[in-house]
């Protein structure tokens, strides 16, 4: 559900028929237009948005006006009316953007104003936007956001700031290269001659030049001190005459809040009762409409006294074109509202409430909280919150949501499982584990309770607990299961998380698309951590399927779905199915839009993995370029960072730099956070890996060690690579040492890793595993044994096309693929493996011997007999040809048969020209 916007936030004050002109101002505002921002700071009262608005209506650029409150301090809701805003003047930009800021999973700010920046550069006619009151916006995640914005402001945008103080904004920076205007109080002051304007023609006055400029000197100029003195005055000269009009003007002095203090109090004092009622019990509003204010008064002249307000300069402004909407100026609400909690504190309690009442009758729940929560009307705010979850469907941040739930007493809270839950979900997508885990007990003690459990009991009675929203509340059961099975996967608990899932799916309605598409996600990452690899693709395939019948804002969810998928097919060793959806999200993405490619890192840095497997490194390095501008900020999953450190890595030891690989490898450990992607082969193994190709098993042990690794452990997916690296590093250990019981351990642990991946689906660790047991045999000289291995793990690779995990093995896999050659298997692929080996290789080095490469060479007697085999002799022929016996041609054709893996003179023919023997 779209966030609902308050329009009057986007409307330019209308300027009144009777300003004092301003040229001089107005002329400077002119001229900055040249720079990328005009920033005008002074305290309150100055006229700042008044002057803005002047200069906007007698200028010809188009202007976009956004005026700020508290509220904008979360930086979504920011953009969101920002981009609002600028639609007003180019209905067609930021489009893109605003699906991202719809989404229940906005991308990071940065990205979105990227693309917002993009589209504004595109635009022909320059405009100008207004950002009215940013002191009112104290977040730093704004300040920053804004930072962004100015220093990659296109030429087409000229940005305008209203404050009563310096934001925190580059401003040194941009005033060191002329590309900021400022006006401040000594420029907005009014001179004794607009002052003389100002009082004797705009508020009517008459004053002599004497009393205009002791006024213009008690308040320095400034307007809103003149205004309220003008407004005592009309009272003071209707009661007494000029002559103690005179007096008074000479009474007052002090700061500014002490002038506002008594000249608020003066025109409060010559206010008919009705009036001075109305500005007092309506003060407590950020904006005022008639019928808001019949409400909050109980009387029917709302829009009446608005418009007299209005008329008669006393502080109203007017928020639209069509006049349905004011605020009071600033200063003066702040004096009202401490004149009502002086003199009427209780009466703001009710006023409060009313408001509460109106703007929930009129479709504006977060208004109507706010006014409960002031009000102290807590029961009546925790109905209103309550139907407000989930927050993402009632298009709330949730963050926004559970902040009024945290402004609410904790023991009221404790007697609402739906708030609770909410809090619980809210936290738990925030990584506060521990705490969303209290959240969730007492909702789970408050369902066990209405079941009559006397193992859980909540720690209210039955009686005391409240549910206001029953759909929630239906729903209930299947929100914790599917929260549990969240928190459990987050702990490492992926029996705990399979079971709670499956139970999320069980409860959810088969309508519920959305939460039972978040359910089947995280089911398929408990059974992806179990190593259940087919379970978690079809868990995931749910997922997907669930997500796509939701009409909006789950675009992050699917992006973030199909990159797991792609990943647990290149698990199984299905590289090309792996590609294909990687693509396909690609392509999905790319018809969303800039936005949603942004959000892509994961694909492409797949798609890098395995274009370095099938030794394609100038691809590989492309997508991982791509992938990097996604991270960061950008990226949707936290481990995405490392996970590209990780990729980037493996090209570098593909490309044989090994130093450069273990500084991506530090990097990645260093950037590390946990996500609920497994993390399989975490960066620390095959830091160990690299350490043994350095030569330095030493470090390796030592890190095993750390590991508490043993060949005897039990197995378990999470730890297979551990286990994997283990194995290497124990055939190191013989290779250095000659020690058997290093490599009897090796060989019995990679029987059992072989036979877990195999029954686990997991192709890719299966070849890998193969290729480590063909070594290990190798090293032992057991060929035969090793040949029969390498060929299993070839059968395997070569329908996906695998190249580094044979490749990265170096000099002994080149002379195993060698030994395969004779042993039947593909020799385009091994021969194009061999050569990824050894691409170079040494022109003055003879080449080798193939024959000898034979488990079993052919002798010099049966290289003859081969030869005349292939000049199509018989065997009577050959016989007679070296004069020998026929018994004993037979006997060295079925010797080339058996050394060749052949059964045919044919195929013993075909063999050795492959082996170029013949």
């Not at 700042?48 to 930086?75: C, H, Q």
């Not at 809103?224 to 002559?243: C, D, F, P, T």
């Not at 006397?454 to 009675?461: F, K, L, R, S, T």
């Not at 690779?797 to 190249?803: D, K, R």
Request: proline share 5%; net charge negative; with cysteine.
């Amino acid at each position: 559900m779209a966030a609902v916007l308050l329009h009057t936030k986007l409307f330019r004050p209308p300027i009144r028929p009777s300003l004092v002109p301003r040229p001089h101002l107005i002329e400077k505002l002119n001229q900055g237009l040249h720079h990328k921002l005009t920033l005008i700071s002074a305290p309150a009262g100055f006229g700042k948005t008044t002057l803005v608005s002047e200069w906007l209506s007698a200028g010809e650029r188009p202007s976009a006006w956004l005026s700020l409150d508290e509220n904008d301090a979360e930086p979504i809701r920011f953009l969101t009316y920002l981009v609002a805003a600028l639609q007003r003047v180019v209905p067609e930009i930021g489009k893109a953007v605003w699906k991202g800021l719809q989404s229940p999973q906005p991308p990071p700010v940065e990205t979105l104003l990227t693309n917002l920046l993009n589209e504004i550069a595109a635009i022909s006619d320059p405009i100008i936007l207004v950002l009215d009151d940013y002191h009112r916006v104290e977040a730093n995640a704004v300040d920053q956001a804004l930072t962004f914005l100015l220093e990659h402001l296109p030429p087409p945008l000229h940005l305008v700031i209203t404050t009563r103080e310096d934001p925190q904004l580059p401003l040194p920076r941009l005033r060191a290269r002329s590309l900021l205007t400022e006006l401040r109080a000594a420029d907005l002051r009014f001179t004794p001659g607009q002052a003389a304007v100002f009082l004797n023609q705009v508020m009517g006055l008459n004053l002599s030049a004497e009393d205009v400029a002791s006024l213009e000197t008690r308040t320095e100029g400034w307007i809103a001190g003149l205004q309220l003195a003008a407004l005592a005055l009309q009272g003071e000269l209707s009661s007494s005459g000029r002559e103690e009009s005179s007096e008074f003007i000479k009474a007052f002095a002090g700061d500014n809040r002490y002038i506002v203090d008594y000249l608020a109090e003066e025109v409060l004092r010559h206010q008919p009762e009705h009036i001075r009622t109305f500005l007092l019990q309506t003060s407590i509003l950020d904006r005022l409409s008639g019928p808001l204010c019949d409400a909050i008064t109980e009387q029917a002249d709302g829009s009446t006294l608005l418009e007299t307000l209005e008329r008669g300069n006393l502080f109203v402004i007017s928020l639209d074109d069509k006049r349905h909407w004011y605020r009071y100026h600033h200063l003066f609400a702040d004096v009202l509202h401490a004149y009502l909690m002086r003199e009427q504190p209780d009466t703001a309690l009710s006023l409060h409430r009313r408001a509460s009442t109106w703007y929930d009758q009129n479709n504006s729940p977060p208004d109507a909280i706010r006014h409960a929560l002031l009000a102290k009307d807590f029961e009546r705010a925790a109905a209103l919150v309550e139907m407000e979850w989930p927050a993402l469907f009632s298009g709330h941040r949730p963050i926004t949501w559970r902040g009024w739930v945290q402004a609410l007493p904790a023991a009221l809270v404790r007697t609402r499982p739906v708030l609770n839950m909410g809090c619980a979900w809210t936290l738990l997508d925030d990584g506060e584990l521990e705490e969303a885990d209290a959240y969730l007990r007492i909702a789970e003690r408050a369902l066990a309770a209405v079941a009559d459990d006397p193992a859980n009991q909540p720690e209210v009675p039955v009686a005391e607990m409240v549910i206001v929203n029953k759909a929630a509340y239906q729903t209930l059961p299947a929100s914790i299961a599917s929260a549990r099975a969240y928190l459990a996967q987050a702990q490492g608990d992926s029996h705990s998380a399979i079971q709670n899932a499956s139970r999320a799916l069980r409860l959810f309605p088969e309508d519920e698309h959305y939460s039972r598409g978040l359910a089947a996600l995280f089911l398929g990452l408990a059974y992806w951590a179990e190593g259940s690899l087919t379970a978690a693709g079809d868990a995931i395939s749910n997922c997907l399927a669930n997500m796509q019948m939701v009409p909006s804002g789950s675009f992050q969810i699917v992006a973030t779905a199909t990159a797991m998928l792609a990943d647990l097919k290149a698990e199984q060793g299905h590289l090309h199915e792996a590609a294909r959806i990687y693509a396909h999200s690609l392509q999905v993405a790319a018809e969303q839009g800039e936005l949603a490619l942004q959000e892509t890192a994961d694909q492409y840095i797949g798609l890098s993995n395995l274009h370095r497997e099938w030794n394609n490194l100038e691809k590989a390095a492309q997508h991982l370029q791509k992938g990097q501008q996604d991270l960061g900020q950008h990226a949707i999953l936290p481990g995405s960072v490392s996970r590209w450190h990780v990729a980037m890595a493996r090209l570098k030891l593909a490309e044989g730099s090994l130093s450069d690989a273990l500084d991506q490898l530090h990097m990645a450990e260093r950037l590390y956070k946990r996500d609920p992607i497994p993390d399989v082969r975490p960066a620390a193994a095959l830091k160990a890996q690299l350490w043994l190709a350095q030569g330095n098993i030493a470090q390796a042990l030592d890190w095993a060690h750390g590991e508490g690794l043993t060949a005897d452990d039990d197995l378990s997916y999470l730890r297979e690579y551990h286990h994997m690296t283990l194995a290497r590093i124990l055939i190191a250990q013989y290779r250095q040492d000659r020690e058997k019981a290093a490599m009897t351990q090796a060989v019995g642990l990679l029987e059992r890793l072989l036979q877990a991946a195999e029954a686990g689906g997991r192709g890719r660790s299966l070849v890998e595993i193969l290729v480590l047991q063909a070594l290990a045999y190798q090293e032992q000289g057991e060929m035969a044994t090793a040949v029969a291995a390498i060929q299993r793990a070839l059968s395997l690779a070569e329908p996906e096309g695998y190249v580094r995990l044979f490749v990265d093995e170096g000099e002994p896999m080149r002379e195993l693929l060698a030994a395969c050659l004779t042993q039947g298997a593909t020799p385009e692929y091994v021969t194009r493996l061999m050569q990824a080996i050894d691409p170079a290789p040494d022109p003055i080095a003879a080449p080798p011997d193939l024959n000898q490469m034979l488990i079993e060479p052919l002798s010099d007697r049966e290289l003859e007999v081969l030869a005349l085999i292939g000049n199509g002799l018989t065997n009577q022929a050959i016989a007679d040809e070296l004069v020998i016996a026929l018994s004993t041609v037979k006997k060295h054709v079925n010797n080339i048969f058996g050394k060749l893996n052949v059964s045919s003179r044919t195929q013993a023919v075909n063999r050795a020209q492959e082996l170029a023997i013949l």
